[in-house]
Each structure stands twice: as C-alpha cells, then as structure tokens.
C-alpha cells in the first residue's frame, strides 16, 4: 500500500490512527515526520504549543478538543489519554468523508457570541500552502451532519479565532457589575492571557517534540 492509501485508510477509520502514530515513533520518526504522514503536511506550529499550554499543561481555554490531532502528538508512552468516544468518531468520519482537506481539532463553548459555539478544524490545503487558515461550519452545527457539510474560513490562525471568540465573550460581562460577571471576565482574561502568551512566544523554537 502507498504512503498516500495508508494515509486515506487510517483517516477513514480514526480508530487505527493512534496505533499507528505510536508505531512511527517507535520507528525513530519525530512528531512532524507522524503527523505529515498522517495528515500529508505537518501541522502549523502553533498546534505544538497549544498541545504543550492549553491541552497538556495548567491552562485551560473552553474548547472541547478533539482525540486528533492532539493524541498523535503525545510522542512517548504514557501520556495523557483522549479516549474516542462515538461522538468523536462519527464527526471525524464524516468530516473526512465530505471533506478530507479539513481536519477538526474541537468545539468552541462560548456561548451567545459570534462563532462562539463553532465546529473548527485546519484547510489542511491551506496548511500545504504555509498559512494556518481556520475553517468552520454554521454556528448552528453542534456536530459535523451526515451529509451537507459546508466549511467556511473563519481565521487566519487557531490562535486568532481563540483570541477573538474570548474577547467577544469577555465584553459580554463588560455592563455588568455582580458577582458572576466579576468571575466570568476573570476567567475569560486569564483565558486571553494564556492565548496570547502562544502568540508572543518566539517562533525560532520548533517545538516538534
């Protein structure tokens, strides 16, 4: 079978992904040489430190991240787990099925703001092209439909639609002087803080782990 039908088959049945990663780092392969394999081109760089700070580490922003990308790029036993739940799977079947450019990688949880509620994932065509253009479906998809799916640009980064979602969200509480609204605009600027710390972070570092 050919690295590009290898590639196919695995992304058609998510189940088979984290088998195989596994095995390519227990081959020598780094993280981008996996993740290109996979997915045909190694994802932009801002996923390395979202997976560091914002999956992995002590910060938190309100996504309900997917299984992949994330779990491929554990590249030591032990790490933490994404069980795939139906859920997952069938979204990343049928993502896959209707449009295999785009990979998700979670669920935005900002309620009553602008793409607050969004399905998001990489064009990964556009990834090839050296951007790390976001795309989405109509806010009014909680999960990717069985047929009909239409994804839309919506940011030119991961760390750009994370930033602007939270702002949006955080001058929702602007007129309001309460308790809740007090601990919401806490939350959602340590939620900014975290973002932009990613954005700030020199990127002569590689991070390919």
């Not at 607050?116 to 065509?125: A, E, K, M, Q």
Request: net charge neutral.
């Amino acid at each position: 079978m050919s690295e590009a039908a290898s590639r196919a088959a695995s992304r058609t049945d998510p189940r088979t992904l984290v088998p195989v990663a596994r095995a390519m780092y227990e081959a020598g392969k780094t993280r981008s040489q996996v993740l290109s394999e996979i997915y045909g081109v190694d994802l932009p760089r801002e996923t390395a430190l979202i997976h560091r700070d914002l999956i992995r580490g002590d910060r938190s922003v309100r996504v309900m991240w997917c299984v992949h990308p994330w779990q491929l790029m554990i590249t030591r036993q032990g790490g933490p787990s994404f069980p795939l739940g139906p859920l997952g799977y069938i979204d990343e079947v049928r993502a896959y099925a209707q449009a295999p450019n785009v990979l998700l990688v979670g669920w935005l949880c900002y309620p009553r703001v602008s793409n607050g509620f969004s399905v998001i994932g990489y064009d990964l065509d556009e990834v090839a092209g050296g951007r790390s253009t976001m795309v989405s479906l109509p806010q009014e998809y909680r999960q990717v439909p069985e047929t009909g799916a239409k994804f839309t640009a919506l940011g030119p980064s991961l760390v750009d639609v994370l930033a602007d979602v939270i702002k949006a969200y955080h001058a929702r509480w602007h007129d309001r002087e309460d308790a809740a609204a007090y601990e919401e605009r806490a939350a959602t600027e340590r939620e900014l803080a975290a973002v932009e710390a990613i954005r700030q972070e020199p990127v002569a570092k590689p991070g390919a782990g």
